[in-house]
């Protein structure tokens, strides 16, 4: 893997990364000439238990593009700066510009409130994924997913080091269905002062499970997922895909290494590669199974970076398209949003059988 | 508050309730000639430490109605029987024909697999709020939402002194983009054979204040409120309306008693016409603010029907507007579903202003 930093002329930061070495001579453009001087501020949630961000300075964006222009494309037009420079590189990872999570030089220190409040530590990156605007993560070559999942260690790696990060998570969300405005293939990484009420959720019941049995809930899962031979959509050497029996989404799908790894920067290059071929051929097939690319929220859970140890963490990703049917979308309401209890008019069995069906060729 | 308790000709209980005396001779209509003959069930999610209910025959909705056919209004024509019959009545409640939860006589026993499942015990109801299609539940006279308040206490009693009951959520989506497709106004019951995710957290982080504190963390929050008078949308001699401080979506609102009740059940009268009057403000105020019907989520918090007793549980709704501004919707992205942790580009404060401009007048 190859990497160039480089400073914004905004402050924010830019790693390009490549399969191939990068020119050295590249520089970071930027929209945005000058530094952002705003700070999010975190407040309690006395019911729920949990923190709430709030940036309100993500709506202000005041900045009015030409048409056509792209933000996550190279800069041709130097007038017309993007967030990335034209030149030989494969993916790029930037500050975003309007972080949930963040403390901006400058910024306001967190107001005073009936509840307690706090400075929004952390921190919220951009990841590019490939320099043409009109592909997708799943139609990226092997080697360039690979990729991926080393910058995806990589940043979770720095970003984990600093003493205020408590987790990282990599996510996707693809679709006008899920909210994005920008189809440019890129995710997002979001880094948390506190392990996020899921993730903390997950990492209590694994730890019980492996405190009782010696190993995992996905360890165990995985294995009798791979047993059962009902809903696996990838079964390679050292990686596999499957509809989890307990799918909470029509088409949710979870991708992982068989044998549990805390996070991404601990893959030995053989499991990374069979992981790369696992989530091409689940984006192949989501994009097949209608013959139009479907969206979908992708989610890589990893162990928290909060300097224990975490035996019972087992990287993977859970992934949940938002639709139902072919034209029907799954709506979260009541009973999902109100509640946190899924209901689901659909057996995993039988989407797992209609994306068994979607033939994908891999070389 | 007047009762009818009738039985459907597929099986199923309807009851309907007035201001007046219902007429006895009335009897219930269904759409659905035969009982259904399936049976949901609940999957143990390993990961996540919780169910999911599978009812795969929801989609199977063969029936084909007539143009304009609403099955929540009054049956006119006998040919296309509806959900309720004609009739003076207010309210009408009636078991769902597609139950996401409940035991249907000669179901089938839960599947065998690779996780525990279980039967899915529960019960699942429709309210329909008036016999006029064209209304709204903001809409409707004190008095009639006073019946509703009345009429949600009794189902809670109702459904919660069954033995395998342990939790009732009344909630309403309203609006197509909160997916509901039959505009006529209702809302729905679930009971849950277990207290949910949400209302567990709830509750744990709820005793534990109690125990610290001596009361709850919402009887503590709305004192806070009121004595801030920032973000209060209605204050009443026993009822209160406010966009909370930490609110995760940027037109939440809460509405409750202002001191701690555990449920319907235990609201004086003059508590329970003071929350009429709250929830009307507030839901004239939503469709007040763009002049559009606002839609929403809905869900009344209340204790869990465990057995137990629960000093630290506070009746309350909380009320969540898919809208972050006149037209564009806030999407629940990777850091909401995904981590759980959820970040808000508006501040609580203005939003509150932007209600707070909008007037109400109630006779």
Chains 1, 2 share one sequence.
Not at 142 to 168: A, F, N
Not at 321 to 327: I, L, V, W
Request: proline share 12%.
């Amino acid at each position: 893997m190859h990497r160039l930093l480089l400073t914004k002329p905004d402050g924010r930061n830019l790693t390009l990364y490549g399969r191939e070495p990068i020119d050295a001579a590249l520089q970071a453009p930027s929209p945005f000439p000058e530094p952002l001087n705003a700070s999010a501020h975190l407040r309690w949630h006395p019911l729920r238990g949990e923190w709430v961000t709030y940036a309100a300075f993500r709506q202000d964006r005041t900045f009015l593009p030409p048409p056509e222009y792209n933000p996550l494309a190279a800069t041709r037009d130097p007038a017309h700066p993007t967030e990335v420079p034209a030149g030989r590189w494969d993916i790029a990872v930037f500050d975003n510009r309007f972080p949930s999570l963040g403390r901006e030089q400058g910024g306001a220190p967190p107001p005073e409130l009936i509840v307690p409040t706090a400075a929004a530590d952390g921190h919220c990156e951009v990841v590019v994924f490939t320099q043409d605007p009109k592909s997708s993560l799943g139609a990226l070559p092997l080697d360039h997913i690979d990729l991926l999942l080393q910058v995806w260690g990589e940043r979770t790696e720095r970003l984990g080091e600093r003493e205020e990060i408590k987790y990282v998570l990599p996510f996707e969300n693809r679709g006008a269905e899920v909210g994005v405005t920008l189809h440019h293939p890129h995710g997002q990484i979001y880094a948390y002062p506190v392990v996020p009420p899921v993730p903390a959720r997950m990492q209590q019941v694994a730890q019980e499970h492996f405190v009782a049995h010696g190993r995992g809930p996905l360890q165990q899962l995985i294995a009798a997922e791979l047993k059962a031979n009902v809903r696996i959509l990838y079964a390679g050497p050292h990686a596999v895909a499957f509809v989890p029996v307990c799918a909470r989404y029509p088409y949710e799908v979870w991708v992982g290494p068989i044998e549990p790894v805390p996070g991404f920067a601990q893959l030995s290059p053989a499991q990374r590669a069979d992981l790369a071929r696992a989530l091409k051929t689940v984006l192949l097939k989501y994009d097949g199974l209608w013959q139009r690319p479907l969206p979908y929220l992708m989610a890589w859970y990893q162990a928290p970076t909060d300097g224990e140890s975490h035996p019972e963490a087992h990287l993977h990703a859970q992934l949940y398209p938002p639709y139902r049917t072919r034209d029907r979308l799954k709506y979260l309401a009541g009973t999902e949003i109100a509640a946190g209890f899924f209901a689901m008019d659909a057996l995993p069995e039988e989407k797992a059988r209609e994306l068994q069906q979607v033939e994908v060729n891999l070389p």
